[in-house]
């Protein structure tokens, strides 16, 4: 995680980390919030091209197979990922699954008041959905064919999505694995193309864009009914809808200019901007109401990420940290005035997620999909390096989110303090180095976050017990690892020492 430069402690500011950076994903991410806060995001995934003369590399068990529909949820200190859908084979077959995924295709999510996860994409034409109620995501309903610019809802066991579809704007309604389709109003969709759906009580509201001008539909029985809420905008709209049941819509106009607007408790649309995008909107707005009625909205500018809420009466753009430059924002709120804001980085081809917070987050360690054992303990075995003093040294070269540390091994003398020199070169990009008795296992030294180009010396009390343990970037924890050995005097015997450099 990175404090926003220049922030104020105590003052809310944004902390990143690294959700997932298995492969290539983050593409049509979407993000919302439980009940009780935690952020869930949905996101496709594709294998990276393999260097050329290299095979493509085989998965582990349990990871998924790709290309792939893929959850993320933020519980405490600790990220859970789970496969939606992907490409396994089905059982007793050899050829996966064909899943004519694209970068293109889109996902939303929505988790209802008993915790059942609803997820809904686009594939290959047609628009998907499944839900984990039965524990683990279930077979994929094809609910409709040419889709895009999707939303979802989920109340009363019963999921909505809301999409643009044959003439205009659609709505399907799913329960018992069937889909019912409605179409709401006759409407072109703009690009960047963004729906919003929310459900209250027996009402169902649809927000979209009609041309020049940001639409809602409301549907009060079995009759949908239109209304315009600003005759300019109407493009990457999205919605949230508040615990009476008021749309609030977040929208581009022609010119890239980030508006909001509200009707409350049936009163005229009040309009207002919100922030610049920089010339066009590049994919949909996003909005979040939190618990004390506040307003935070979100979207990709020309160059980077913007945010703005109305904590002081009239919106405010706040500056968020230089590493978010990505598309497709998620945002949602949470408890205590928390907010998350997730994109897919582009560069990395990994999902972030910052948390908008007064006080650092407790940092997020990921769990393997299918990780249900007790972390291993420390390997008493030989070292696998060997030490030369107390002075270490480490660097994160440029591009070390995928290639790694330059050293895959350090070691350090048993019983004594040591320092541990980390350069981090990668420019714009948070680092650190922590030490734990095994991967997954309990922590022994987290050293602080800087973003390169940074240098830091970490001063570490001694490590009484011998053997290997395992180091990390607590940030990019997927690809930024090795091991540390802890060596008595007169341990050994083939290890490599750290001079030799173990990094590839």
């Known amino acids: 995680m990175i404090v926003q430069p220049g922030g104020v402690p105590g003052e809310p500011q944004f902390f990143v980390q690294v959700l997932d950076a298995q492969a290539d994903v983050g593409h049509g991410l979407s993000l919302t919030v439980d009940a009780e806060g935690n952020p869930h995001l949905a996101y496709l995934g594709f294998a990276e091209e393999p260097a050329e003369g290299e095979p493509p590399p085989v998965p582990e068990p349990g990871d998924p197979v790709f290309p792939a529909v893929l959850h993320a949820h933020v519980t405490g200190d600790l990220v859970t990922r789970s496969v939606v859908a992907d490409s396994t084979p089905p059982e007793g077959e050899e050829e996966p699954v064909e899943r004519p995924l694209s970068p293109e295709d889109q996902t939303a999510i929505a988790v209802d ?100 001008a940001t639409m809602l539909a409301r549907r009060d029985g079995g009759d949908w009914a239109t209304e315009t809420a600003d005759q300019d905008g109407g493009v990457g709209v999205s919605m949230a809808v508040d615990a009476d049941g008021n749309p609030h819509l977040a929208y581009f106009d022609s ?58 009466g009239d919106f405010a753009e706040e ?32 999902v972030q997620l910052a948390v908008r917070t007064d006080e650092p987050p407790p940092l997020a360690l990921p769990e393997s999909p299918a990780e249900e054992a007790p972390a291993a303990p420390a390997d008493t075995g030989e070292p696998e390096c060997l030490p030369e003093g107390t002075q270490l040294a480490i660097a994160a070269p440029p591009g070390a989110t995928l290639e790694g540390f330059d050293k895959t091994c350090l070691a350090a003398p048993a019983g004594e303090p040591f320092t541990i020199d980390f350069d981090n070169q990668d420019e714009g990009v948070p680092h ?66 750290q001079a030799g450099g173990q990094g590839e």
Not at 176 to 196: N, Q
Not at 280 to 309: F, K, N, R, T
């Open 319 to 350: 500056e968020v940290p230089v590493s978010v430059c990505g598309s497709r924002p998620g945002l949602g709120a949470g408890a205590d005035g928390v907010v998350y804001l997730a994109w897919f980085d582009t560069e990395g081809k990994e």
């Open 255 to 312: 010119a890239g200019t980030v508006k909001h607007a509200h009707s409350i408790d049936g009163a005229p649309w009040e309009v207002s901007d919100v922030g610049d995008a920089g010339g066009a909107a590049q994919s949909p707005a996003a909005i979040a109401l939190d618990g004390e009625g506040l307003h935070h909205v979100a979207w990709q500018s020309a160059e980077c990420m913007g945010y703005a809420s109305n904590a002081e």
């Open 113 to 212: 008041a008993d915790g059942i996860h609803h997820v809904a994409w686009t594939e290959g034409g047609s628009l998907l959905y499944a839900n984990n109620a039965e524990g683990a995501f279930g077979e994929p309903v094809e609910v409709a064919t040419g889709a895009t610019g999707i939303s979802i809802a989920a109340e009363g066991g019963t999921a909505w999505v809301g999409f643009y579809g044959g003439d205009g704007v659609q709505a399907a309604s799913i329960a018992d694995g069937e889909a019912t389709v409605e179409d709401v109003a006759p409407a072109e969709a703009p690009d960047p193309a963004g729906t919003g759906i929310g459900v209250s009580g027996e009402q169902v509201l649809v927000a979209y864009g009609d041309g020049a």
């Open 432 to 497: 650190n180095v922590a030490v734990y008795q095994s991967q997954g296992g309990a922590e022994i030294f987290v050293g602080e976050i800087i973003t390169g180009p940074d240098q830091i010396a970490y001063d570490v009390d001694p490590i009484e017990e011998e053997g290997n343990l395992f180091f990390q970037c607590d940030v990019h924890p997927q690809t930024m690892t090795g091991t540390f050995s802890v060596v008595g005097e007169g341990g050994g015997g083939g290890g490599e020492d």
